[in-house]
């Protein structure tokens, strides 16, 4: 599994979160629970960052498992290839904002997480969270949350 500076993540301490702005195509992690978890989510928030398409899948590849399964209040998708296709459009429709990832909390190959979400160069629009199930070190199951 890559780690967190593989893919443009800075990991910042919990009080310096509302401090931080990201840069376009970064996730801004708060580090709680550490070790492949952090690594594995902060990996999932560049999937939806990363804006050249095969640099995205291969980084699904290796996030989820072939069969993943995403919900949120809008969409359901199952497998890596509809999952990429939904965070493409969700591009589409904000071409400027990216994720900035939140607490990682995890116990029994379970994960929380908070997420904002908004202009790379502004403050967030919009706030979230989402619970991940891990199997064999990638992600099998992610129930998006919005606020």
């Not at 500076?5 to 992690?29: C, E, K, Q, R, Y």
């Not at 580090?31 to 398409?53: F, K, T």
């Not at 908004?118 to 099998?140: C, H, L, N």
Request: glycine share 10%; charged share 15%.
């Amino acid at each position: 599994m890559a780690s967190p500076s593989d893919f443009d993540v800075t990991i910042i301490g919990p009080d310096d979160a509302a401090l931080a702005t990201p840069a376009a195509g970064t996730a801004h992690l708060v580090e709680e629970s550490g070790g492949a978890v952090v690594d594995l989510v902060a990996a999932y928030i560049s999937v939806w960052n990363e804006r050249n398409p095969h640099t995205r899948q291969s980084i699904g590849a290796d996030v989820f498992t072939p069969d993943a399964y995403y919900a949120d209040p809008n969409t359901s998708a199952q497998g890596r290839s509809a999952i990429d296709t939904y965070v493409a459009g969700w591009q589409g429709q904000f071409p400027d904002s990216v994720f900035v990832l939140g607490a990682v909390r995890n116990h029994h190959d379970v994960a929380h997480f908070g997420w904002s979400f908004g202009p790379a160069d502004g403050p967030s629009t919009a706030t979230g969270a989402d619970v991940v199930v891990i199997e064999r070190g990638r992600i099998s199951k992610i129930y998006g949350f919005f606020d």
